[in-house]
Every structure is written in structure tokens, then in C-alpha cells.
Antibody
């Protein structure tokens, strides 16, 4: 079955960096686009970034542009989110989430369990 | 402030019908982009509930249904059950933002 397993979360000071990973299994990873979606404590879902199946196209929400980088290694079935210059408002559970390829409005049909990132001094 | 507006909360008694609205604009729902709904229980990841406004993934009870008109979409739950108590989110694409967007979420309480 489809599995997405995030890792790399933790407590980090403002201004520091962190890299999240998402290991995919149970499907052909290289055929699907993947999102990062986050959820601050007690808040709603917020879309963060999207990467196309081959990694050539990347999209970001405005608040993370220039600070976060989404990437993937299809040979390792792994998605990444490099987060630099972290701010307290980046504190959230980060989910990786699978979607289809070819249109920007396709649904997210599988989600990981999430990894918590806490930015605090 | 999300570009998709949902009521913060709705409630209903067991067996009743409730609806959750998702209001967008001409750059997202009104532009014809598909709307999807997700269900999330506390401490768990979201789960796809309705896709492309009206379609249910395999395993989702037919008590859940969706609709779309103009710049809005709705999720309806009939025969409300205690196990339906959760948060519900709509999602689509916004061409002005060039981004995927979620509604603010609606907390459903079964009285």
C-alpha cells in the first residue's frame, strides 16, 4: 500500500536550518507530483510547496519563497524540504502528500503522518 | 486569511443533515478548478473525502456528498454519526496566486 513517512523534524532556533525527508513506498514514486503541506498547532492546513514528478517544476507559497527548497531523488524514492532562515511562524506539523501529475488542481490522495518542526529560542 | 472561506464550525444531532460551504472567487473555484474535501481527526493526517467536487474515493460512505456552483462548493453529510466529528477542509488551485489553497477548515460537532 501507499506509504509516505516523514522525518527530520525537531526543535531549532530562529534563523537556523532544517531538512525534512519523506520516504515513499508502495507506488511508483517517479510518476507522481508531491506537496509539502503544514499545519501550525491548533490551526488549519497551509500549502507550502509542490514539485513535479521529474523534479523540474517547483512551486512555493509566498511566505517561504527564497527560504525553503523542495527537491526529490527518484532513485531513492525520497522527497526533501530544505528549510533555511527559519522563523517562529514556521512552527508546524509538516506533511508530505501525493498528488497526480499534469494539472494544478488534482487532489491529494495520500498523506504522510507528519513531522513536527518547532522553531523556538 | 485563506482565499477559500469556510464556516469555523457547524453542528448537528445524530441522524441530521449538515452542510459545509467553501466560498472562493473567479481565480479559483469560479475559474473551473476542481475542488476537493478532506476530513481530519485530531492528531491524524487529513484524508481525501471528496474529489473534483462530487466524487467519493473508494471506501467513503455515500452519506458524504459534494456539490459546486459558481464560485462556491459544498460538502453535505446526511445521517450524521458521532464518528463524523472531525475537521473538514476544502482545497483547490488559485490561478492568481499560482498556488494550491486550502480553506480555513470547519470543525463539525455532533451534538
Amino acid at each position: 500500500q501507499v506509504q509516505l513517512v516523514e522525518s527530520g523534524g525537531g526543535v531549532v532556533q530562529p534563523g537556523r536550518s532544517l531538512r525534512l525527508s519523506c520516504a515513499a513506498s508502495g507506488f511508483t514514486f517517479s510518476r507522481f507530483a508531491v506537496h509539502w503541506v503544514r499545519q501550525a498547532p491548533g490551526k488549519g492546513l497551509e500549502w507550502v510547496a509542490l514539485i513535479s514528478s521529474d523534479g523540474t517544476n517547483k512551486y512555493y507559497t509566498d511566505s517561504v519563497k527564497g527560504r525553503f527548497t523542495i527537491s526529490r531523488d527518484n532513485s531513492k524514492n525520497t522527497l526533501y524540504l530544505q528549510m533555511n532562515s527559519l522563523r517562529t511562524e514556521d512552527t508546524a506539523v509538516y506533511y508530505c502528500a501525493r498528488t497526480g501529475e499534469g494539472a494544478p488542481d488534482l487532489p491529494i490522495d495520500s498523506w504522510g503522518q507528519g513531522t513536527l518542526v518547532t522553531v523556538s529560542s | 486569511q485563506s482565499v477559500l472561506t469556510q464556516p469555523p464550525s457547524v453542528s448537528g444531532a445524530p441522524g441530521q443533515r449538515v452542510t459545509i460551504s467553501c466560498t472562493g472567487s473567479s481565480s479559483n473555484i469560479g475559474a473551473g478548478y476542481d475542488v476537493h474535501w478532506y476530513q481530519q481527526f485530531p492528531g491524524a493526517a487529513p484524508k481525501l473525502l471528496i474529489y473534483a467536487a462530487v466524487n467519493r474515493p473508494s471506501g467513503v460512505p455515500d452519506r458524504f456528498s459534494g456539490s459546486k456552483s459558481g464560485t462556491s462548493a459544498s460538502l453535505a453529510i446526511t445521517g450524521l454519526q458521532a464518528e463524523d466529528e472531525a475537521d473538514y477542509y476544502c482545497q483547490t488551485y488559485d490561478s492568481s496566486l499560482g498556488a494550491s489553497v486550502f480553506g480555513g477548515g470547519t470543525q463539525l460537532t455532533v451534538l
